[in-house]
């Protein structure tokens, strides 16, 4: 029988929009059928706040921002984004790719809404 922690690590191994799937699915059928209070059970800012304590590596990263893993190395190199570099990894700040993340797709979508 497959212990919580094995589960988790799976999840884990997973592409970011898998994980997307067995989180809506957990949040939303798996706890339905208790009696519990959904908010009492899932602190949504700590669970948060626990992802972004936890630094991402280059794959996870490149997932997040949706680019490949070569432009995410280019970033890099060019100063556009930050990470840290231990040994031949990159790891990444959570924190620091989701401001990346919103200023890119702001100024992204403030370019086309002109055209």
Sequence with gaps: MPTAAKVIK??????VKEREKVARHIIEFGIKGANYDLAEILDIKEWQNEIASKPFNLKQA???LGVSSVTLRRWIK???I???K???AYTFEVMDLKRFKKSHLTKKSALTSDF
């Excluded at 799976?10 to 592409?15: A, N, Q, T, W």
């Design 10 to 15: 799976e999840i884990y191994l997973l592409p």
């Design 78 to 80: 060019t100063g556009r």
């Design 86 to 88: 231990v040994g031949r």
């Design 82 to 84: 930050s990470a840290y």
């Design 62 to 64: 490149s997932e997040y």
